[in-house]
């Protein structure tokens, strides 16, 4: 039922009592004034065109209709018993008052009707006005002033009571509607999403195939060597979501350390200059920042380097506007689209969590409490009895441990401040000390940022990974790799466990996951044997943008990376994970 449906129940009650009312009066206005027999005649034919008002009130046609019939009584009335004393008149409030409350607020799909409702109180005024005053010359001249005044009385406070009803209404609705508006436009635009969210996996609504076309197009204006396209992170932060360049870009992505960033950003227009984008760049460079702006909002910026300090001069300006014009709303509509993903997941992924704890894990540790206490009431003869039990029990403990793994897993997320490699590294800590697993982690991470959504999903890539090596490998070691160098990415675990072949149904739709969450970030997933035995699942992410040669990264398990491994276990000592501070999110 909608808001103004419910508006028209809540007045109708008062709508009737109000002609109730006045009808009483003008009933012991006319017993008094021209006796019972002139008032019951007269008070009985307005009773009759009362009822479509009090029984109808909705209707198109019969509810203005029966409006138009009390005012037409209460003048004919008026007229037949003398005009004075005008003892029916009170009664014009309520069809004023009722056709106002209904005009203040027509359905705009209503059509003529609409219009009826719309010009129906002035219309009632018009006539009783009419039909009162042209009965002025048949009143004797020693009583016409006080006709005129009564009639005028009774027209003013009949006007009076329509103003205030149509107010009224009016309010009604727009407290109604300021109410329900914010609920209206999240309807209209979750709308929108379900409808645009159906047409995914695609490029239509994904921030890094966006920003890889501006990034295209930008690479193609003259004199450029390198070109990026960064976007607002946390933390007062840019991140990059993607780059061209013929070798490793060290990013600027702290617009305070960069006053190019800062001014394009703030400013909304084009900043060139000799300032460097990055921090890897050497010798004199000349830099462009183009800024992205949606419906005046600063979305990203295009950040373009030149080795030649004159290369952007006002026409190349100019055609970098040009050239990514058009691109900000695109991106803009992506990124928001990632973020209300991304919330989704995450509001759903701690539901579950907590559904999980509070439901199957109780029950389960209360079966483990049921069990304990029957092994402890059991006769030592009942041995036999006794093994199953504990077999159950060990059972129910291995549930309880794997709920365990997946209520952390569920609650893990990339935090704000440590980055993707320090999630995957507390993560893999965590599972390898409880399964007895020996990782070994290879972290290279700058201070750049992938997008909360890109960490997000890779973040569960390697956990899965990392999962179905604890649970299907029956591996004794494990290797981590993390490189993040935006826009630019590798996870990489393996394991020495048994290998694919060993893999249960369980592990094979966990690769199919993975599978999925890589093709959605645009990253390739690679799944091969490790030798001499074990597996290696690998994500990468703009592999074209890798800054170091394939053969400069060891290779898990080879004497080289237990070099490197010891090296980093020497520079920076493992840390345990924050267990209370994840388990209270």
Same mark, same amino acid.
């Given at each position: 039922?909608?808001?103004?449906?419910?508006?028209?129940?809540?007045?109708?009650?008062?709508?009737?009592?109000?002609?109730?009312?006045?009808?009483?009066?003008?009933?012991?206005?006319? =017993?008094?004034?021209?006796?019972?027999?002139?008032?019951?005649?007269?008070?009985?034919?307005?009773?009759?065109?009362?009822?479509?008002?009090?029984?109808?009130?909705?209707?198109?046609?019969?509810?203005?209709?029966?409006?138009?019939?009390?005012?037409?009584?209460?003048?004919?009335?008026?007229?037949?018993?003398?005009?004075?004393?005008? =003892?029916?008149? @009170?009664?014009?409030?309520?069809?004023? *008052?009722?056709?106002? %409350?209904?005009?203040?607020?027509?359905?705009?799909?209503?059509?003529?009707?609409?219009?009826?409702?719309? =010009?129906?109180?002035?219309?009632?005024?018009?006539?009783?006005?009419?039909?009162?005053?042209?009965? +002025?010359?048949?009143? !004797?001249? %020693?009583?016409?002033?006080?006709?005129?005044?009564?009639?005028?009385?009774?027209?003013?406070?009949?006007?009076?009571?329509?103003?205030?009803? #149509? #107010?009224?209404?009016?309010?009604?609705?727009?407290?109604?509607?300021?109410?329900?508006?914010?609920?209206?436009?999240?309807?209209?635009?979750?709308?929108?999403?379900?409808?645009? *969210?159906?047409?995914?996996?695609?490029?239509?609504?994904?921030?890094?195939?966006?920003?890889?076309?501006?990034?295209?197009?930008?690479?193609?204006?003259?004199?450029?060597?390198?070109?990026?396209?960064?976007?607002?992170?946390?933390?007062?932060?840019?991140?990059?979501?993607?780059?061209?360049?013929?070798?490793?870009?060290?990013?600027?992505?702290?617009?305070?350390? $960069?006053?190019?960033? *800062?001014?394009? #950003?703030?400013?909304?227009?084009?900043?060139?200059?000799?300032?460097?984008?990055?921090?890897?760049?050497?010798?004199?460079?000349? !830099?462009?920042?183009?800024?992205?702006?949606?419906?005046?909002?600063?979305?990203?910026?295009?950040?373009?380097?030149?080795?030649? @300090?004159? +290369?952007?001069?006002?026409? +190349?300006?100019?055609?970098?506007?040009?050239?990514?014009?058009?691109?900000?709303?695109?991106?803009?509509?992506?990124?928001?689209?990632?973020?209300?993903?991304?919330?989704?997941? /995450?509001?759903?992924?701690?539901?579950?969590?907590?559904?999980?704890?509070?439901?199957?894990?109780?029950?389960?540790?209360?079966?483990?409490?049921?069990?304990?206490?029957?092994?402890?009431?059991?006769?030592?003869?009942?041995?036999?009895?006794?093994?199953?039990?504990?077999?159950?029990?060990?059972?129910?403990?291995?549930?309880?441990?794997?709920?365990?793994?997946?209520?952390?897993?569920?609650? !893990?997320?990339?935090?704000?401040?440590?980055?993707?490699?320090?999630?995957?590294?507390?993560?893999?800590?965590?599972?390898?000390?409880?399964?007895?697993?020996?990782?070994?982690?290879?972290?290279?991470?700058?201070?750049?940022?992938?997008?909360?959504? /890109?960490?997000?999903?890779?973040?569960?890539?390697?956990?899965?990974?990392? /999962? $179905?090596?604890?649970?299907?490998?029956?591996?004794?070691?494990? =290797?981590?790799?993390?490189?993040?160098? @935006?826009?630019?990415?590798?996870?990489?675990?393996?394991?020495?466990?048994?290998?694919?072949?060993?893999?249960?149904?369980?592990?094979?739709?966990?690769?199919?996951?993975?599978?999925?969450?890589?093709?959605?970030?645009?990253?390739?997933?690679?799944?091969?044997?490790?030798?001499?035995?074990? &597996?290696?699942?690998?994500?990468?992410?703009?592999?074209?943008?890798?800054?170091?040669?394939?053969?400069?990264?060891?290779?898990?398990?080879?004497?080289? #990376?237990?070099?490197?491994?010891?090296?980093?276990? &020497?520079?920076?000592?493992?840390?345990?994970?924050?267990?209370?501070?994840?388990? !209270?999110?």
């Amino acid at each position: 039922m909608g808001d103004e449906a419910v508006l028209e129940r809540q007045w109708r009650l008062p709508a009737v009592a109000l002609r109730g009312v006045l009808f009483a009066l003008v009933a012991v206005f006319g =017993w008094a004034s021209v006796g019972l027999a002139d008032a019951a005649t007269w008070c009985g034919i307005l009773a009759l065109a009362a009822l479509p008002g009090v029984l109808l009130p909705r209707h198109r046609l019969l509810a203005p209709a029966g409006r138009l019939a009390e005012v037409a009584v209460v003048v004919l009335g008026t007229l037949a018993t003398g005009g004075l004393p005008a =003892w029916m008149l @009170p009664y014009l409030i309520a069809p004023f *008052a009722t056709a106002a %409350f209904d005009a203040a607020a027509p359905a705009p799909d209503e059509g003529r009707h609409a219009r009826l409702r719309t =010009w129906g109180p002035p219309a009632l005024v018009a006539l009783a006005a009419a039909g009162l005053v042209a009965q +002025a010359p048949r009143v !004797s001249a %020693f009583d016409r002033g006080t006709y005129v005044t009564t009639v005028a009385v009774a027209l003013a406070f009949g006007l009076a009571s329509a103003v205030g009803a #149509w #107010w009224l209404r009016r309010s009604r609705s727009s407290d109604l509607h300021h109410s329900q508006l914010p609920y209206a436009e999240a309807a209209a635009l979750l709308t929108q999403l379900r409808v645009v *969210a159906r047409q995914l996996p695609g490029s239509t609504l994904d921030p890094g195939g966006i920003a890889t076309e501006i990034v295209d197009t930008a690479s193609r204006i003259p004199g450029v060597e390198r070109a990026a396209v960064l976007s607002a992170a946390s933390g007062r932060r840019l991140v990059v979501l993607a780059q061209h360049a013929d070798e490793r870009v060290d990013w600027e992505t702290s617009p305070q350390l $960069n006053s190019l960033l *800062a001014d394009a #950003w703030a400013g909304q227009k084009p900043q060139a200059g000799q300032v460097p984008l990055s921090r890897s760049t050497q010798g004199p460079v000349a !830099s462009l920042v183009i800024p992205l702006v949606a419906e005046g909002r600063t979305v990203g910026l295009v950040a373009i380097e030149s080795d030649d @300090p004159a +290369a952007f001069g006002p026409e +190349a300006i100019t055609a970098a506007e040009d050239r990514t014009k058009g691109a900000a709303l695109r991106l803009e509509t992506a990124l928001l689209f990632e973020d209300v993903r991304s919330m989704a997941t /995450t509001e759903e992924r701690q539901r579950l969590a907590r559904e999980i704890h509070d439901g199957i894990a109780q029950e389960l540790a209360m079966l483990g409490y049921g069990i304990d206490n029957a092994m402890a009431i059991l006769p030592p003869e009942a041995g036999e009895a006794k093994g199953e039990l504990e077999d159950l029990r060990s059972e129910v403990t291995r549930l309880v441990t794997e709920l365990r793994f997946s209520l952390f897993e569920l609650r !893990s997320n990339v935090d704000r401040q440590g980055g993707l490699a320090s999630a995957i590294a507390d993560y893999a800590r965590t599972v390898g000390a409880s399964a007895g697993l020996r990782v070994h982690l290879s972290l290279d991470e700058g201070g750049a940022r992938l997008p909360a959504s /890109t960490e997000a999903e890779l973040l569960r890539i390697a956990q899965e990974a990392i /999962t $179905n090596a604890r649970k299907h490998a029956r591996a004794e070691n494990l =290797w981590v790799t993390c490189e993040v160098d @935006p826009p630019y990415t590798r996870i990489e675990v393996t394991d020495d466990g048994q290998g694919l072949s060993g893999e249960a149904s369980e592990g094979r739709y966990g690769l199919a996951i993975m599978s999925e969450r890589a093709e959605r970030i645009r990253g390739s997933l690679e799944i091969r044997p490790h030798q001499p035995h074990g &597996t290696t699942v690998a994500v990468v992410l703009n592999a074209g943008a890798r800054p170091t040669p394939p053969s400069e990264t060891p290779r898990p398990g080879s004497a080289a #990376w237990a070099a490197a491994d010891r090296a980093a276990r &020497t520079e920076q000592p493992a840390r345990r994970p924050d267990h209370g501070g994840r388990g !209270s999110q």
